[in-house]
């Protein structure tokens, strides 16, 4: 196990009992990023600048923004989970916290989880400072952080903004994690940037993620209120401050392109657009299935 720097320490008088035992810690993979999410990455890179601190996550998607980084600056972290897509962009001086505004110069974390490379890293590395869930996740002190770009995904938007990201339809797929802290953090930041990014499509390109309506038994974990910019590998959009109207314009002009049409005859029967000769520019460009 590692040795971890930061408020991870229990007193000797605080533990009732020790029970010694060998075994590799588990370890967690990488996966290679897909053409897909290399697109969304790009995307959401381009909302990353220099001095920027940021929170992201697990998986194929995080480690292809990280990729995006390289030529940035001053760089911060304060995440929840940490993986080993962070130890390049460490290495080379791109992650050193000197900008940030709470907790300068360290990597603030809850939870590491990757290779074994990461867990030698960490140890008794005083870079990083890991803290309990309650504190890294407490949305006060996330909006501490200036300049945050918050990153979460989600299984599904709708054409209002709702975002479902732990279940398809009544059955549970993860638990909500710590999402809607770190965008509820990341909106009340000084320039802070929180983000939704999630593939067009689902099944093989079956399916549209972006969706007139969720599912059936669907939970929202994201409101709409909450939401602000929400990316795909068509284009990033900001819904903050936007009608109803404003929003499914948006969505449908990240969405695929083979669903489009589809999500703008939705609006039309739900008399959120007027007849199809009446379209504003923003609505005749999605209608014509062009990337906004």
């Not at 035992?21 to 990455?41: C, G, K, M, N, Y």
């Not at 998986?59 to 990280?66: C, E, F, K, Q, S």
């Not at 638990?175 to 983000?195: E, H, Y």
């Amino acid at each position: 196990m590692p040795r971890t720097c930061g408020n991870s320490h229990l007193h000797v008088s605080e533990i009732d009992a020790f029970v010694e035992h060998s075994e590799p810690v588990a370890e967690l993979q990488p996966h290679p990023s897909s053409e897909t999410q290399r697109l969304i990455a790009r995307n959401v890179a381009s909302l990353i600048e220099d001095g920027s601190t940021i929170q992201i996550g697990l998986g194929g998607l995080p480690d292809a923004i990280l990729g995006y980084l390289t030529d940035r600056k001053n760089l911060g972290v304060h995440t929840e989970v940490l993986s080993d897509g962070a130890i390049s962009l460490i290495e080379a001086g791109v992650i050193n916290g000197r900008c940030k505004t709470f907790h300068p110069n360290k990597i603030v974390v809850a939870i590491a989880l990757g290779t074994r490379k990461l867990y030698e890293f960490i140890n008794e590395n005083s870079f990083f400072e890991f803290m309990p869930n309650r504190y890294v996740n407490d949305p006060f002190l996330i909006a501490q952080n200036d300049r945050i770009v918050a990153i979460n995904s989600a299984l599904q938007v709708d054409l209002t903004g709702q975002v479902c990201a732990e279940s398809i339809g009544p059955q549970f797929y993860s638990g909500f994690g710590g999402q809607l802290d770190f965008i509820r953090g990341a909106t009340r930041a000084k320039d802070g940037k929180p983000v939704i990014a999630l593939p067009a499509t689902a099944k093989n390109g079956t399916m549209s993620r972006i969706v007139p309506m969720l599912n059936p038994g669907a939970g929202v974990l994201t409101t709409r209120a909450d939401v602000h910019y929400v990316a795909t590998e068509f284009g990033i959009v900001n819904l903050f401050g936007k009608s109803v109207r404003e929003r499914a314009e948006l969505l449908i002009s990240i969405a695929h392109p083979s669903f489009r049409e589809e999500l703008f005859d939705h609006c039309l029967r739900a008399r959120w657009f007027q007849r199809p000769d009446a379209k504003t520019p923003q609505a005749q460009a999605v209608y014509a299935g062009s990337a906004v």
